[in-house]
């Protein structure tokens, strides 16, 4: 599984676009680019994911390099409840082993 | 998407005890996950549990400490054997859901004494 790379921590103005970063430089051809997050004391939740197009849900964008060496979670109006730490992950497909890293803190500021 | 009951939420143990996690899923899953996450970390995965065989442990983890049971499709357990300070964390379970990744249950907050 692709070593994933994300910054610590960000800020964020509510209502703005909350841009997160993640460095996947060694995922491979079949390895999807998952992102979770996880509000404090809860289980972390599904956000998207994807293989090599770019991504849209009711949740958020997902935004893939051509090269697929990294992506970008975009939250296009972020609020209050966003705040939580966000995790970018690798998975071959067919497999089921996730390895969390230590993801992105992210703060949207009222 | 699958739907996971976690019990329980929380507990304060004292050192030398044992704790049982119970999880339940809402539709029957193949396999079961069970992570931790030590406070101020990020998840670890612990095993995965499938029904019908011996769950498989991730290095550093050790069936006597954490004995699995998965007696069906819907229903798994994680036991916290001999407990010290050091187990305190939240344990979680997972489960893969086709069109959600996968789903976690609220966690087991763990605090040992």
């Known amino acids: 599984d692709a070593k994933t790379t994300q910054p610590t921590s960000m800020d964020c103005a509510e209502g703005r676009a909350a841009n997160l970063p993640c460095n996947h430089s060694t995922i491979s051809g079949n390895e999807y680019v998952y992102w979770y997050r996880q509000i404090h004391s809860q289980g972390p939740q599904y956000i998207i994911h994807?293989?090599?197009n770019n991504e849209t849900n009711e949740m958020a964008s997902l935004i893939i390099t051509e090269d697929r060496k990294s992506s970008t979670l975009i939250l296009p109006h972020a609020t209050l409840r966003d705040t939580a730490v966000y995790y970018c992950i690798g998975l071959v497909s067919g497999t089921y082993k996730y390895i969390f890293g230590t993801g992105t803190r992210l703060k949207v500021l009222a | 998407s699958a739907v996971i009951s976690q019990k329980p939420s929380r507990d304060i143990c004292q050192r030398g005890t044992s704790l049982t996690i119970q999880c339940q899923v809402d539709s029957q899953v193949t396999m079961m996950f069970w992570y931790r996450q030590q406070p101020g970390q990020s998840l670890t995965l612990i095993a995965t549990?499938?029904?019908?065989?011996?769950?498989?442990?991730e290095s550093g983890f050790v069936i006597d400490k954490f004995p699995i049971s998965r007696p069906n499709l819907t229903f798994s357990t994680l036991t916290v054997s001999n407990m010290s300070p050091e187990d305190s964390s939240i344990y979680l379970c997972?489960?893969?859901?086709?069109?959600?990744?996968?789903?976690f249950g609220s966690g087991t907050r763990l605090t040992v004494v």
């Open positions: 994807g293989l090599k």
């Open positions: 997972s489960v893969e859901d086709r069109d959600y990744g996968y789903t």
């Open positions: 549990a499938n029904q019908g065989s011996e769950a498989t442990y």
